[in-house]
Each structure stands twice: as C-alpha cells, then as structure tokens.
C-alpha cells in the first residue's frame, strides 16, 4: 500500500514483560519515530504491518544485553503456556520482501529501530529490532557485508527496551550479556509481549528533524514523557492515510548477529536526527541482523 503522510510517522509498542526471576510484571509502552525521507520502502512495509496487525500479541523472541532486542516474527504466539511456541518462531515472517535501504543520514544510534534479514542483502520482511546500545558494528561501512537498514528511533521507552533486554534467556539465565550470540539464542524464559503495535500520529514536516541535542532530564516510566520532550513539536495528526502497496519475495530464518563494539550509552529520546552522532566503529567482521 502507498500511505500518505506530511512528516515522520510515530507508532507506540505496548509491552508486558516479566523482568527477572520472582519479579512481578512490568506493563510500558515505547515510543518510536520512522523517517521516511530515508528509509521510504522500508517504513511504508512497517506501517503496512502494523495497519495490519501483523504484530499484535506477538513476543519479542530474541534478546540480548547490551546489543538487541527482536521482534516481528508472526509466528511466534504461545500455543498453551510459554515457552510453548510454534516450531517456526524466530524464523518467520509474511513472504514479501523489500530491499536493504541504506540512508547517510541513519546509523545504529543507542534506540535505532531496524529490520532484520537473511543472508540475501533484500530478504527483509517483518522482522524488527532495536538496539539496545549504539551498535555501529552492523552500519555497512563497519561490515564486510551490505549491513542492516535503520529507519526510525525510539523516542521514549528506552528504560523497557534496556529491562527487556536483560530479560533472563535459555542461554543465560542470569540476564546478563551472551559473547558473540548465535542465530537462535536469548529466546527469553519469560515471555516478553507485544500486547499491540499501532500509529500514533505524524511529525510535520517542518518540525521532524533538528539538530543533535545533549540529554535533558529522564524519560517516563509510563511512557508518556515524550509529551514533554516533543512540546517542540508539532503532533498534526492521529490518523495515517493508506492507499495500496506489496512487495514480493521469500524469508528465510530471521536472525540478529552477535554484538558490535558498543559505544557509550545515549537515550535516544533526546536526539531528533539519528545521524552520525559519533565517529564510526572501526569494522567489524561478526554476523549481523538477518536470516540464517
């Protein structure tokens, strides 16, 4: 489908995690803003998901500290009780790809949003991740290979992607950091939910980008901090126009490569432009975010 929009969209992910071992359940929501100046083809596919529904009550199937958090996969709901799953979660999807778009003004800042692929550079479909760290070391000027397409940044939220993160998972019950991850590990032990993802509004265009800003104050627990941040801001609409669109293909498994070299910890909240914020990592050679 085309969807006509006048700046950049912003959806919300609701989220239902249970933390740690003997904790109670965390309930959030994280804000995300998509550039579509940038990244066209890619968050038309991500917009056209979520219209959809593609992503409600789905589970974040993969996650690991200090690097990722992924998603996307529709095949993974519980069948019974978690972990109960569906033998192909974590390497589904809707079999209609789009092609690896690469923007200078997108790179892997701390709360980058970006699409996970296979081996095939154009094998992206409704897979999604978010950086949990600046993780440069899957920019394709770092890479060896075409690296992984970013479209948007989380604008608030980033306190339940860093608790999701360390999340206990069947490789490290401890919650802390796995070496060099392979394509199916930190499957979390408890389930961490996509309740819904759904379109919020629209930046106008006059007000989507700005200049690179210092972190101001803390974000909200609940989700709503962005309020204020964004009070620079013009929220012009609610409703995203739709109008047509497919992109055709197949997906293999759906996989995050192992960790790049992470840089210092930044709240992605408070940058409006996620471009060039610091000098790129040297190159790094290990798998990134794709199809196995």
């Known amino acids: 489908m085309d969807y006509s929009y006048a700046g950049n969209p912003v959806l919300v992910i609701d989220v239902d995690y249970q933390p740690g ?15 579509p100046m940038w990244a066209p ?8 998901h979520v219209e959809e ?24 709901t519980t069948v019974g009780v978690y972990p109960a799953t569906f033998l192909s979660c974590g390497s589904g999807g809707t079999g209609e790809t789009i092609p690896l778009e690469h923007d200078v003004n ?4 701390d709360g980058a949003i970006g699409m996970a ?3 095939d550079p154009d094998s992206a479909d409704s897979q999604w991740y978010i950086a949990e760290t600046e993780a440069h070391g899957l920019d394709p000027e770092n890479r060896d290979d075409e690296g992984y397409a970013t479209f948007g940044v989380v ?8 608790a999701i993160a360390e999340v206990p998972t069947s490789d490290e019950p401890t919650g802390t950091g796995i070496q060099n991850p392979f394509a199916s590990a930190g499957r979390p032990v408890y389930e961490v939910h996509v309740s819904s993802v759904r379109m919020l509004g629209v930046i106008a265009e006059e007000h989507a980008t700005g200049q690179i800003e ?3 104050g803390q974000e909200s627990k609940t989700g709503l901090g962005w309020l204020s ?5 013009v929220l012009v609409g609610i409703v995203v126009f739709l109008s047509g669109g497919y992109w055709g293909g197949s997906i293999w498994s759906v996989f995050v490569p192992s960790t790049g070299k992470p840089g210092s910890l930044i709240d992605a909240k408070h940058v409006p432009i996620p471009a060039v914020l610091l000098p790129p990592l040297e190159a790094d050679n290990e798998q990134g975010p794709g199809a196995s």
Not at 41 to 48: A, C, L, P, S
């Open 53 to 76: 529904g593609l992503y409600d009550g789905i589970f974040f199937h993969r996650v690991i500290d200090d690097f990722v958090t992924q998603a996307g996969d529709p095949t993974c």
């Open 155 to 162: 604008r608030d939220g980033m306190s339940h992607v860093r």
């Open 214 to 216: 210092e972190p101001v």
């Open 106 to 109: 997108l790179s892997h800042v």
């Open 117 to 119: 692929r296979g081996q």
């Open 229 to 233: 941040f964004w009070n620079i801001y």
């Open 41 to 48: 083809i890619t968050v038309e596919n991500m917009i056209q």
């Open 21 to 35: 071992h003997f904790q109670s359940n965390e309930q959030g929501q994280i804000i995300i803003e998509m550039f």
